[in-house]
C-alpha cells in the first residue's frame, strides 16, 4: 500500500471548519484513500472512503487532487467531540490490513 | 443493527497466564481482523479470517498467539503464556467482502479490549 504523510498535530476552533491533510504521491490506480479517527481510548471510527471523486457523508467531506497524489479531509463545524487522532490510509480496497500510521492529532479548542 | 463488540473490556492478568480475547462481528461480515495497539502507538495488524479460514497469519507475534473462528461469526485470539509486553489494546474489525461485486470493503472497528500483563 502507498504509504501517507499527515502532519503530526493540528488545531482548530470549534465552530470552524477543519481541513486535514493528507499526501499519498505513490498512489497506484486501484488504491483507494480512507479516513478513520481514534478517540481517545476507543477503536477507530471509519469516516470516509474515495478512489477519485470528491465525497461526502454526513461526517465529513473527503476531497482527492485530480492527480490523486493529495487528500483533504473537511470536518465542516467541527465540535470539541472531534478532538481524536485522524489516519489517512490508502489501500486495494481488500487488502488484509490496514496500514495505520501516527496519523494526525486534531485538538478542537474552546 | 449493533455494532463490533469485544470482551472482556479490561483484563489485568499475571505473567505467565494464557487469556481469550473475544470478538462479535457485525452479523453477516465476512471478514474479520484482530490488530494490536500498544500505549502512544498506531495499529498493528495481527490476523485475518475470511469466513472460518485465516489465510494471513504473517501478522502473530509469535506462536503463543492464536485465533480461531466458528461459524463464520465469533473469534477468539488466545495468548498463552502471557509476557509483559503483551500488555496492549487487542481491537477486532470485520468487513462485509464480495470479490464478485467488489464491494469495497470499509473495516469497522470495535472498543477493544485492554490487556495489562503484570
Known amino acids: 500500500d502507498a504509504k501517507t504523510t499527515q502532519p503530526t498535530s493540528m488545531d482548530c476552533a470549534e465552530g470552524r471548519a477543519a481541513n486535514l491533510p493528507c499526501n499519498h504521491s505513490?498512489?497506484?490506480?486501484?488504491?483507494?484513500v480512507y479516513w478513520y479517527r481514534q478517540i481517545h481510548s476507543q477503536g477507530p471510527q471509519y469516516i470516509i472512503h474515495?478512489?477519485?471523486n470528491n465525497e461526502t457523508n454526513e461526517m465529513a467531506s473527503l476531497i482527492i487532487t485530480e492527480d490523486r497524489k493529495s487528500s483533504t479531509l473537511i470536518l465542516p463545524h467541527a465540535t470539541l467531540r472531534d478532538t481524536a487522532v485522524y489516519y489517512c490510509?490508502?489501500?486495494?480496497?481488500?487488502?488484509?490490513?490496514?496500514?495505520f500510521g501516527a496519523g494526525t492529532r486534531l485538538t478542537v479548542k474552546p | 443493527g449493533a455494532g463490533v463488540s469485544q470482551s472482556p473490556s479490561n483484563k489485568v492478568t499475571e505473567k505467565g497466564k494464557d487469556v481469550e480475547l473475544r470478538c462479535d462481528p457485525i452479523?453477516?461480515?465476512?471478514?474479520l481482523y484482530w490488530y494490536r495497539q500498544r500505549l502512544g502507538q498506531g495499529l498493528e495488524f495481527l490476523i485475518y479470517?475470511?469466513?472460518?479460514?485465516?489465510?494471513?497469519k504473517s501478522g502473530l507475534p509469535s506462536d503463543r498467539f492464536s485465533a480461531e473462528r466458528t461459524g463464520e461469526s465469533v473469534s477468539t485470539l488466545t495468548i498463552q503464556r502471557t509476557q509483559q509486553e503483551d500488555s496492549a489494546v487487542y481491537l477486532c474489525?470485520?468487513?462485509?467482502?464480495?470479490?464478485?461485486?467488489?464491494?469495497?470493503?470499509?473495516?469497522?472497528f470495535g472498543p477493544g479490549t485492554r490487556l495489562t500483563v503484570l
Open positions: 474489525a470485520s468487513s462485509l467482502v464480495s470479490l464478485r461485486k467488489r464491494v469495497t470493503d470499509t473495516q469497522y
Open positions: 505513490t498512489i497506484s490506480g486501484n488504491e483507494y
Open positions: 474515495g478512489l477519485k
Open positions: 490510509i490508502v489501500r486495494v480496497f481488500y487488502n488484509n490490513d490496514m496500514r
Open positions: 452479523s453477516g461480515h465476512t471478514a
Open positions: 479470517f475470511q469466513g472460518n479460514s485465516a489465510p494471513d
